[in-house]
């Protein structure tokens, strides 16, 4: 069998280059895949030109609805009811109309007056609301749609810290079933087991309770009936619609979202209702009043007009009886609401007071009230009545005049911030984030308005404001513009107008929201608002707006006021008393004086409208600025007679005989009409002396009229403003303030507002002055049907009455000039609305909507039409790169007015538009500067097209395909020669419906474009591609969504036909699959099972060389296991192709969009189409259903909390991480630990912030902390997701075996489906989804048995991996269909050979995986599932003669036991040292059982990198390597296999314990034996790689090299130079890095302490020492603190006690009931022979045994005395194996103990000082400082217990022992030594120190010859036994005594 393998090894190997070849020639012979799919199809028109489409209107006359079935039948034609005309009643806010009954009205004003009269006529289509552009889907709409999800179980879920919880929230109390078992059975928690008692003991697995077992098991029933069985229970409980569970399309892609829009309605900003209430001065002797009004000081702009009130008491108003006129209710008001469109911090309101004009200036008229105060009033009563006298006088002479008093502003923002933060902030979420249909609704004032909604004036509490400060009015500071200085300066800290002395005052308003509906309250034109409950009511007013920005809002009501503003006048020159000016207006009717109109709306407590107004008078000014605002009532017809006439008066204010009151010194005037439209904006105007001549109204001032004279010469010396708020009259080009009429919000203009833009001939038409306000951004087509249509136009638009307007309208757009044309493009959107509506209009006026299309509309208008289309599609193409915002909008108007076509017009004939448009676009791609933008705009046209609510009938759904007429091959043929399952040839009418073959494309025409935009995206070649790749997959999702959420298409055969549309979707993501994201996460995994099933690509890419991934993960450690992302096949995808991968996002997006199809294609065709297919085909569609799997995997509550929490916390965190680091906390290996540890829970990120792939469920908001309400959502409806992809790919699983039943390559095409299935089980799924899994596993096991028993091992050890751990589910219902699974496939391999070893194998190794890697596994739960085996082997009847039942009760019961060990090693999980050994025990028990004990060193090896401890788990893999070679040297004798594991002794010592595999335990030949996929050659390079990484990681470069030489011998010979030419390249960096770090110092290997365990709560470890080998730079402290901490937690406070010195410990003097732990540090020791050979850093630290500690001590037992009496204990440990080993802790099994004297201890502390000497003098490069320190510390004079004192003490008396003799000699040559070494120091100190250190250096030398002198006696003295003979004989060269002198 190895033999074999090897060959195939090899042989692939070999076979890498031909198939490169072979593939290198095919490419170049027919293309990739892609351009293969490019270049042909059926009709032989290439993927990048549309094909003809079919006449749509003759093939659905050739097929009648009434031929289709039932529910298909409404898929065939528009329905008849599409179009409905409906007449809407027009409101009218007011009780009166206000419109004038004037019968003299001109066309134009006529026809507007009718327009606010007339009902709306709305054509609607009825079904457009199934469009996504007017009901796009949303976070909202899906959240609606997944209200009733049921709640999938995951184990995930509930396992955990939730053991406590109930077993299964799922389970429904099955028959038979046990009662919940006893929670004190659960081993959860150490307490439960005693402590060193058999736990096995404890459970007995007889007495287990079993779960419930599956009725129909052991029933043998046919497969056919099996399979049946299943399908129908899959089909129960599923999810209808699969995108309703995914996240809405992304809402920036969206370009066909429109909004209905609504009748139009009179526009109103946000609305505060203001109340004046009181106001009150310190003196009252005169009326003062009020004007109110609201200013944006950002814009400098009045963004309201003024509001009048009067305070004044009844008495105070009589002083001015003698002027006043009864005053009218509406003057009476005092509140007023004020709107604001655009809110903005930045808003006043300003409130200005005036008072009658009185003899002096302003200053002098405030003194009294700035000056007396209302508590002196006593005091000052004199003076009161005096002013009170003057102010009676002024009243009665000066009434009808003003003057300016005092202002004061208030800032609107601090009210509404201060009033009610709490409301504002509940509701300003709405406000924040309005959902999109809002957004687009709503003008773009409001969209402007969010950013400063921190002041929504729409949403604040009430409040009452007293106003105490005034500030007087300065003369010559009355302009606006001075008004905004102030109030800029008002805003700052240190304003200066606080710097004033104020005028005090109270004024009380109320500032609060408008009610919706307020009662009594007048429009601006005065007329009463519904409701007004009673004419008598004070009323409110209304202030209209001035919005500081546009307001795009069509006029819905009559409107026609005239606003005039003087601003200043310049009489400076004028000769004469002119001094107090006042500007008189008044409307003129004509010359005569009486033709004064009332029209001038009169202010407070005064008459309605009156005839002449006055401005305010400053006194003594020449020249005076105003600040005054006229408001007039236009009438409904201005002639050409009327004007405005301004006469100018000088005011006597003193009374003066002969003296008039006021004079008139000048006049102006201006005519409101020009050219018939009215004149507005800013007027400079001469002011003649004289009155004006007759007939002067017809001219302007303008004219100097003879003999007239002006005031300075004809200069402009008045200046005055006019603006108009008129939607009757259209206003002067040149004017400001333009023709709101024709104004329009995208969302609501009709064409009655659009009237008024066609009243010139359509020629001129684009430069009707504000055309601008017919489109706001060109809104995409969202002016729609429900907008108003006029049936009849004025004979003024139409120009004959037998014209049609949209005939005429694309008739002059064809023909219009270039500059006419330039500016309907900016606003196309808008003209194609018109001309749609009129064409819908006409159909329903003319009752043509029964005429068939074809003869609708004559043909000249299609050829403008044609024209048209034409003309703007160029536009598109040219503008794509010059404007792109317009090349947009333009693209978006055209797509929508022939989608609105498809509705009205023949259907073919639109067809053709849209071919022909991308032809155009196709011939100018090549030339285009920017391919991607041309090809961008395309997707969008595309994708509006498609936006069609009859988007499916379009497509011709129940016509069937006809097959192509030319005998040329479809394209599925063409990459395919013949079909993997039939001999036959492929049908080609199915392989067209699933390719875009030309019979598809021109059939369904509409989805054709789409999906061929999406194929041309995909071409590795495309231009722009990762937008592309959004874009066109975000168009079909957005389809396949509305699908899902049409009720039209909610029964299956509908969606079967629906789904039909979108079938090449499978091929193209099946050809794509290489650039997909790859989300199962492994190397090369994209294309798992296409290269397995492809015999042309077996050898593609690097197969021979790669080691399996899943291999590769066990052997990193990773569960080999749960959820591994093993791959299906060996080896890389096919070689991967150019050309950019998709991102994550569009992956899972394209991916869902095909488990769509999948879900709701048909069955039958869809395995028809399977059985076309070829092998490869099959294979990259299986990797396809495996993408899916992983692509939708659930990822746990808890991700969801964590991915919430990460954004939230990650500040918090690296604040404290960063405190850690400089407290120091944490050490810098534990940071790094923790790093490499804390993978995020979805894998290995690479370094990507945040990958998009993750946050598939795109927050709804921009929020991140989302209540836990929003989180248990996102599971919810994730978990529904995973479980209904899942069970789609299961179905299409099923499907493919049903057609590969009875094929020749049934084999590999089963096996493929087979690792799908157990990828499915492997990953986390929901119990429904495994319900259905595990019985489709039983299903394929007992039909196609073969798979696991004869072939692939790993299969079989896949299968029971994932079994078993679904066995130890905590969800019964998943441990019911597990152990169901697991004892069939025992008894399907005991019927093939009355034997399951390779079952049982397989569940032990498994077992053992499980338990080792697993955290969070259960042990109870598995032991129910081993119970429920045991009951059904004790059921079967069929077996009860076989030994059956017994051999699986031996297996269950040696299951069991391994789980007790694992109980202990749960026990044992936070010591790893214990955890480690468990795992060391259970390896070594299984000696005799290779593969347990390679899965056990694999787990080790895990648990280890887990740790940090790489050069362990490089060890464990060592280990396992030489496992596996003893195994392959027993199969074959290859030369270039390792013989065993004598081979790795180089590597490690230890290693031959894996030698104890002898041939009498181990035949090659058993079934079952070795058999694991490590086993073989690939598994050997694996293990070694593996072993060389982890080196690496360690830092122990000597070793990888020592790795790779066994690796490189197997590589070379299978001549796999790509993986010699990595392995030389790691061996490179290895080499390279050992040279950087020679010293050794920059790679710390270990530090090593012995640890004694003493006391009997130890149990097994009492009395026993280790040592333990603990990260690099590891202090006493820290260990000896960890494990203090560690056994106090499990023995309790004051139990553990640390022995702190190393002596050896007294047993005795313990206390029995405490635990003892004595930590030394030890170091590494050497013989002397030894260290020739361990030359480097590497080699003294590694491969070590034995260890040295040093104990000083005193004979009386202090640690350290004086030097006569210090002695030193030296204990040498040696240990069981050599370090690094497979484990941190070695026992010690061997110490010896060596006493040295005081003058042994002298001899070691001189040698130490000479050898430091000796290695700072001979350091290179010399370092100056560090010689100088060693010296001083030797030769200066001060040194305690220096060598001078070592001397006297030892030196001075020859000793009276002879014994001693020899210590004494041997110190005398070590100060001899030394002496020398002092010399050689001093010598080489001299010729390092500069000039500045002679002196030091001289000290030392000084030091030196003191130190010498004072030795030389002592080492002069000669010992007598020195020079006795030595014994004759040879020289023992053992024998100490030969060190003496021998005399000859």
């Known amino acids: 069998m190895a033999a074999a393998e090897r060959r195939a090894f090899a042989h692939k190997i070999n076979r890498t280059v031909a198939a490169e070849v072979r593939k290198q020639v095919s490419r170049e012979r027919s293309g990739s895949p892609h351009s293969s799919r490019r270049g042909s199809s059926n009709l032989g028109v290439p993927l990048s030109e549309v094909v003809e489409p079919l006449d749509f209107e003759d093939v659905l006359s050739s097929r009648p609805p009434e031929a289709e079935p039932g529910p298909l039948r409404d898929l065939v034609e528009f329905p008849v009811d599409d179009l409905e005309l409906v007449l809407q009643p027009r409101e009218c806010r007011t009780t009166e109309s206000g419109i004038p009954e004037d019968g003299k009205l001109d066309a134009q004003a006529r026809a507007a007056v009718e327009m606010y009269m007339d009902d709306w006529v709305i054509v609607r289509r009825r079904y457009r609301q199934l469009s996504i552009a007017y009901s796009p889907i949303t976070p909202e709409t899906q959240q609606e749609r997944q209200r009733d999800l049921t709640r999938q179980v995951f184990e995930q879920d509930i396992s955990g810290d939730e053991r406590s919880a109930p077993e299964d929230p799922t389970r429904e109390p099955q028959a038979g079933g046990p009662a919940r078992e006893d929670p004190r059975r659960s081993s959860g928690s150490p307490d439960d087991t005693p402590r060193g008692s058999g736990a096995s003991g404890i459970f007995d697995l007889r007495t287990l309770a079993a779960d419930s077992l599956l009725p129909s098991l052991l029933e043998r ?29 992304d809402e920036e892609e969206a370009v066909e979202r429109c909004s209905c829009a609504e009748p139009p309605r009179e526009h109103f900003g946000q609305r505060i209702l203001v109340k004046c209430l009181s106001l009150k001065f310190e003196i009252d002797i005169e009326p003062i009043f009020g004007i109110l009004a609201l200013y944006d000081v950002r814009e400098k702009k009045k963004i309201s007009e003024n509001f009048y009130f009067d305070l004044n008491s009844d008495s105070t108003k009589g002083l001015l009886r003698a002027h006043g006129t009864h005053p009218a209710i509406s003057t009476l008001a005092r509140s007023a609401i004020f709107s604001v469109t655009y809110p903005s911090p930045d808003i006043f309101l300003v409130i200005k007071l005036e008072k009658v004009l009185q003899q002096g200036d302003i200053g002098e008229c405030c003194e009294p009230y700035m000056v007396m105060k209302e508590a002196d009033a006593t005091k ?231 005839r002449e107004a006055f401005t305010p008078v400053v006194y003594h000014s020449k020249s005076p600025e105003f600040y005054e605002e006229f408001k007039l009532h236009l009438p409904a017809c201005v002639t050409e007679n009327h004007h405005l006439l301004f006469t100018f008066y000088h005011v006597s204010c003193q009374p003066r005989p002969g003296t008039a009151l006021e004079t008139p010194v000048g006049f102006t005037w201006i005519p409101l009409l020009q050219h018939g439209r009215l004149r507005t904006g800013a007027f400079c105007l001469p002011v003649s002396v004289d009155r004006p001549p007759p007939s002067y109204s017809v001219l302007t001032p303008d004219v100097a009229l003879p003999g007239m004279r002006w005031v300075d010469g004809h200069k402009s010396v008045f200046s005055v403003e006019l603006a108009a708020v008129s939607s009757v009259h259209a206003q002067a080009a040149d004017s400001g303030e333009g023709g709101r009429a024709l104004g329009g919000r995208a969302g609501g203009l009709g064409l009655p507002a659009a009237a008024g833009a066609l009243r010139p001939p359509l020629s001129s038409l684009p430069r009707s002055p504000r055309l601008s306000a017919l489109c706001w951004l060109g809104a995409p087509a969202s002016v729609s049907f429900s907008a108003p249509f006029i049936c009849a136009f004025p004979a003024s638009v139409q120009p004959t009455a037998q014209k049609l307007l949209h005939e005429e309208l694309a008739l002059q757009w064809v023909v219009s000039g270039s500059a006419v044309r330039e500016v309907v493009l900016q606003h196309a959107w808008f003209f194609f609305q018109l001309m749609v509506k009129s064409m819908a209009l006409h159909l329903l006026l003319s009752q043509r909507l029964d005429t068939p299309r074809k003869l609708r509309f004559p043909g000249r208008f299609l050829d403008d039409i044609a024209a048209l289309v034409g003309s703007v599609g160029l536009e598109v193409i040219a503008r794509g790169h010059k404007d792109a915002e317009l090349a947009e909008r333009l693209n978006a108007s055209l797509a929508f007015f022939l989608s609105d076509l498809l509705s009205l017009a023949d259907r073919g004939f639109v067809f053709s538009l849209v071919r022909a448009h991308y032809k155009q676009v196709a011939t100018r791609l090549q030339s285009a500067p920017s391919p991607a933008a041309l090809l961008t705009l395309r997707v969008e046209f595309a994708r509006v097209l498609c936006s069609h609510e009859h988007y499916v009938t379009l497509n011709l759904p129940c016509c069937p395909l006809s097959p192509p007429a030319s005998p040329s091959p479809s394209v599925s043929s063409t990459t395919s020669q013949s079909s993997a399952f039939s001999s036959h040839a492929p049908d080609p009418a199915v392989a067209s419906m699933f390719e875009l073959s030309g019979p598809f494309r021109q059939q369904h025409f509409l989805a054709g474009l789409l999906l061929t935009e999406l194929a041309l995206a995909l071409e590795p070649e495309a231009e722009g591609a990762s937008l592309l790749h959004k874009k066109a997959i975000c168009a079909i999702h957005c389809l396949l969504c509305s699908h899902d959420a049409d009720p039209r298409y909610a029964e299956a055969p509908v969606r079967a036909r629906v789904a039909e549309l979108y079938l090449p979707l499978l091929s193209l993501a099946r050809d794509t699959l290489p650039r997909l994201h790859d989300f199962a996460e492994g190397p090369g995994q994209r294309c798992r099972l296409a290269s397995m099933l492809d015999s042309d690509t077996e050898g593609e890419g690097d197969v021979g060389g790669t080691i399996n991934p899943s291999v590769a993960m066990a052997i990193a450690g990773g569960p080999l296991a749960p959820g591994s992302r093993g791959s299906i096949s060996q080896g890389p995808p096919t070689a991967s192709r150019p050309g950019s991968l998709l991102s994550a996002e569009s992956s899972r997006t394209l991916l869902v969009c095909v488990l769509w199809v999948l879900k709701n294609a048909d069955p039958a065709l869809l395995q028809r189409w399977a059985a076309d297919l070829t092998l490869p085909q099959l294979g990259r569609l299986l990797d396809l259903l495996y993408l899916c799997l992983a692509a939708f995997e659930y990822k746990g509550k808890k991700a969801f909390e964590r991915i919430n929490s990460l954004t939230f916390k990650k500040s918090l965190d690296m604040k404290a991480r960063l405190e850690e680091a400089i407290l120091g906390t944490i050490g810098a290996r534990q940071e790094m630990v923790r790093r490499s ?45 995973a479980t209904e992809a899942s069970l789609v790919v299961l179905d299409m699983l099923e499907i493919i075996v049903q057609t590969v039943m009875l094929s020749e390559a049934r084999e590999s095409v089963l096996g493929a489906v087979l690792k799908v299935v157990l990828y499915s089980l492997g990953s986390t799924q929901s119990a429904l989804f495994l319900q259905h899994g595990l019985a489709t596993q039983r299903a394929l096991v007992s039909k196609f048995p073969e798979l696991l028993f004869e072939e692939d091992t790993e299969l079989c050890a896949d299968l029971c991996l994932r079994l078993l751990r679904h066995c130890g ?95 202990k090693m749960k026990e044992h999980q936070e010591d790893p040292e214990m955890l480690i050994d468990l795992m060391y025990r259970i390896a070594r028990g299984y000696q005799g059982s290779p593969d347990l004990r390679l899965t056990w060193l694999q787990n080790m090896a895990g648990k280890h990198a887990e740790l940090g401890n790489h050069a362990e788990a490089a060890q464990c893999m060592v280990h396992a390597a030489a496992l596996v070679a003893e195994y392959l040297a027993l199969l074959e004798d290859s030369r270039y296999l390792p013989v065993g594991c004598v081979s790795f002794q180089n590597i490690s010592s230890n290693v031959l314990e894996e030698s104890a595999i002898s041939d009498d335990i181990l035949s090659p030949d058993e079934e079952g034996f070795c058999s694991g996929k490590h ?17 690496t990681m360690g830092g122990l470069y000597e070793a990888v090299n020592e790795v790779y030489k066994t690796l490189l011998p197997i590589l070379e010979a299978h001549r796999d130079y790509k993986k010699l030419a990595a392995v030389h390249g790691k061996l490179q960096e290895a080499f390279t890095k050992i040279l950087q770090q020679s010293s050794g110092w920059e790679r710390v290997f270990g530090t090593y302490f012995r640890v004694g365990f003493y006391g009997a709560r130890f149990g097994d470890l009492d009395e026993q020492e280790f040592v333990y080998k603990e990260p690099s730079i590891t202090k006493l402290a820290e260990i000896s603190h960890r494990l203090e901490e560690f056994y106090t937690e499990r023995f309790g406070e004051d139990v553990v006690e640390i022995i702190k010195d190393s002596n050896p410990v007294d047993k005795s003097k313990l206390e029995p009931q405490k635990a003892y732990i004595q930590i030394t540090y030890v170091e590494p020791h050497f013989d002397t022979y030894e260290l020739k050979d361990r030359v480097t850093y590497f080699d003294r630290n590694y491969g070590l045994r034995t260890f040295l500690f040093c104990t000083p001590f005193t004979p009386d037992g202090r640690a350290h005395g004086d030097l006569p009496e210090q002695h030193k204990r030296k204990t040498l440990l040696s240990t069981a194996h050599a370090f690094p080993y497979i484990k941190t802790r070695i026992r010690v099994c061997h110490r010896e103990e060596t006493v040295l004297t005081p003058v042994e201890v002298a001899i070691e502390d001189m040698q130490k000082k000479t050898r430091e ?125 030969s060190f003496r002198k021998a005399e000859l």
Request: with cysteine; proline share 7%; net charge positive.
């Open 1813 to 1937: 000497l000796a290695f700072a003098t001979e350091q290179e490069p010399p370092d100056s400082k560090m010689l100088q320190m060693v010296l001083q510390g030797s030769v200066g004079p001060t040194v305690n217990q220096g060598p001078l004192e070592v001397a006297q003490v030892f030196l001075t008396e020859i000793p009276e022992d002879p014994k001693l003799f020899r210590h004494h000699n041997k110190l005398r040559l070590c100060f001899k030594d030394f002496c020398k070494k002092c010399e050689d120091a001093l010598r080489k100190n001299k010729s390092l120190i500069g000039p500045d250190q002679k002196e030091y250096h001289r000290e030392l030398e000084r030091n030196y010859g003191r130190l010498r002198e004072a030795l030389q006696p002592l080492l002069t003295q000669r010992l007598p036994r020195l020079l006795a003979p030595a014994a004759p004989g040879l020289r023992n060269s053992l024998n100490r005594s």
């Open 1575 to 1591: 086993f073989t050659e690939l598994g050997l390079v694996g293990l070694l790689e593996q072993a060389a990484t982890y080196f």
């Open 221 to 249: 029933a046919a497969p056919e009936d099996v399979d049946r069985r299943n399908e129908a229970l899959r089909r129960q409980h599923r999810a209808p619609a699969l995108l309703a569970l995914y996240p809405a399309p």
């Open 1237 to 1281: 540890r804390e993978r995020s829970p979805f894998g290995n990120q690479e370094n990507v912030r945040w990958r998009k792939s993750i946050t598939h469920w795109k927050q709804t908001s921009d929020r991140v902390d989302k209540t836990k309400d929003e989180m248990e959502h996102e599971a919810l409806v994730d978990g529904n997701l």
């Open 380 to 610: 000052n009563k004199e003076k009161l009545e005096k002013l009170r006298l003057a102010a009676e006088q002024f009243c009665t002479r000066l009434g009808r005049y003003r003057m300016p008093f005092a202002w004061t502003a208030v800032h609107l923002a601090n009210i509404v911030s201060s009033a009610g933060q709490a409301e504002r902030d509940s509701d300003s979420e709405g406000e924040r984030r309005p959902a999109w249909a809002d957004r687009r609704r709503r003008g773009p004032q409001d969209r402007a308005g969010s950013g400063d909604d921190a002041c929504s004036f729409s949403s604040f509490r009430p409040a009452t404001l007293t106003v105490t400060n005034f500030f007087k009015q300065e003369a010559e500071r009355l302009s606006d513009e001075d008004l905004f200085k102030f109030l800029a300066d008002m805003r700052r800290p240190s304003s200066l107008l606080r710097r004033l002395r104020p005028v005090t005052a109270q004024l009380k308003i109320d500032i609060s929201p408008a009610p919706e509906t307020p009662h009594f309250c007048l429009s601006p034109e005065l007329l009463h608002v519904k409701p007004y409950p009673d004419p008598r009511g004070r009323p409110t007013k209304e202030i209209l707006e001035f919005p500081a920005r546009e307001v795009y809002a069509p006029h819905t009501s009559y409107r026609n006021l005239l606003y005039v503003y003087p601003h200043s006048l310049n009489f400076s020159s004028r000769q004469g008393s002119v001094r107090n000016l006042a500007v008189r207006l008044q409307y003129m009717a004509g010359e005569d004086p009486s033709q004064a109109l009332p029209v001038i709306f009169g202010k407070s407590s005064c008459s309605e409208f009156t």
């Open 1369 to 1463: 589910s905590r969800v019964s219902t998943i441990r019911t269909q597990a152990s169901a699974s697991l004892y069939l496939l025992m008894r399907q391999n005991f019927e093939i050979g009355n034997n399951f070893a390779r079952v049982k194998m397989q569940v032990t190794m498994s077992l053992s995986s499980l338990v080792g890697t697993t955290p969070n596994f259960s042990e109870e739960h598995l032991r129910r599932s081993l119970k429920t085996i045991l009951t059904y082997a004790e059921e079967d009847v069929g077996l009860r003669d076989s030994s059956f039942a017994e051999q699986v009760q031996d297996l269950m019961f040696n299951l069991h036991m391994i789980l007790t060990d694992t109980v």
